[in-house]
């Protein structure tokens, strides 16, 4: 990597594992998962999308389950005996191994109620609103991606990466080719898991066809269906409950009109609403659609050059997604002080010519990019591009003073009363006392 260029992952990575955050639950790791952003996706109205469940093959199953379960005993699980369960499959007509799943979603979704180790019939779901019908198959669905932590799909590699293929399916609405799909799956598997080659051999010969088995359990449950072409895509129902899942998890998935009311904004208005939070990286792609990349760079870098560090991490996230169309305002950037470093990586990484950053430069950016993280909110945040420190955290802060970054004494302070660290509070509250003595010194 040249050494114009680094992100700002390394260095809140670095930060975060330093840290102990007493909010965050301790099985979660060290670094939280990064959020990532989807493409926006077109749902159809909320009643449409609900006449389609109760003909979800499971949903229809779990209603017809709920019907023949009627009212009987349950064993102390909440599950049925073992009888009632064979006899279930074969009043339904369907696999044995299905019925559990079938049963624990007629129970958790309230179609079935079990009070006392006795079960009775819930409401069903073609009684109730559209609203509540969502909110029921949300349900169902989350059942069902709970399951993969016991033997959802039969394939154990499968099963521990249903999230990211499904993921993955949603991010590609015209459908994935199923070859490509265990592909993904099979280097996801080789990264995390490091099995060798003589596992990864046998791996590649079974996936496929624990793939498609996994694939035909997915379109029994509503989420996925074959295009015409023959990929696989999310069914209308599955876009819906997996942009809901989404979300849960922190995700940036937004719908098609929710980020068209950023499109016609100024620079200046995208700007402040990403800042704000009110905006995320999703609407970045619509706005710049709409216009000209050396207008939008022009406009973009007029905001940073006389903005604070919020409103530069915010550009600066928005010039990443431009090519080198908008090199000249970039360019013309080199000459401006608070943007020339910027411009400088910019220019680096798309291979084009550009001035080498110093040492100082760097730790400049570093601090720049700290200083923004107190301002952004979220998404924003999290596509800052910045340079990756190549000493820890303590040594960067020591660095800090000597830049002449207008916002290092806060970065400092930051650091020194919120950092669990006590090496890192020393040593901010140390490089705060230098920062301001150097102050004083240049007043005097």
Known sequence: MANNVFNLAELRKLIDEQAAVPTRPPQETAVEREALTFPPVLLGPDEELARLVPAVPLVADAI????????????????????????????????????????????????????????????????????????FWDGVVMDVLDRADEGLTGSAVVDDHLAEML?????????????????????????????????????????????????????????????????????????????????????????????EVFADLSAAELVEALVKGTATQSAVAGWLERRAPEEAARDLIEIAATGGAGRRGAVGAILEELGPEAEAPVRRALELPLMRRYAASWLHIRDLDAPALSPDD??????????????????AAGRLDTPEPREDLIRLVGEMPAVGHPDTLAVLDMLASAHDDPAV????????????????????
């Open 64 to 135: 017809r389950l709920a019907t023949w379960t009627g009212s009987r005993p349950v064993t102390p699980e909440g599950l049925l005996t073992e009888p009632d369960a064979v006899a279930a499959a074969e009043a339904l007509g369907v696999p044995a191994a299905r019925v559990r799943l079938i049963w624990i979603v007629a129970v958790n979704t309230g179609l079935l109620r079990i009070v006392r180790g006795q079960a009775t019939r819930g409401p069903l779901p073609t009684r109730m609103t559209a609203e509540a019908t969502l909110e």
């Open 167 to 259: 993921a993955t399916i949603y991010s590609v609405r015209s459908g994935v080719a199923v070859a490509n799909l265990a592909r993904g799956i099979l280097q996801s598997h080789e990264v995390a898991c490091e099995p060798g080659a003589v596992p990864m051999r046998r791996l590649a010969a079974s996936l496929p066809a624990e793939l498609l088995e996994a694939l035909s359990l997915l379109a029994y449950c509503g989420l996925v269906e074959q295009t015409a072409a023959g990929r696989t895509a999310l069914t209308p129902l599955g876009v819906w409950a997996i942009r809901r899942d989404l979300l849960r998890e922190g995700h940036d998935a937004p719908t098609a009109a929710e980020v």
């Open 362 to 379: 760097h730790t400049w950016i570093a601090v720049d990019a700290l200083a923004a993280l107190m301002h952004l909110s979220g998404h």
């Open 425 to 444: 509070v020393k040593a901010a509250r140390k490089a705060a006392m230098k920062a301001r003595s150097l102050a004083h010194t240049k007043l005097g």
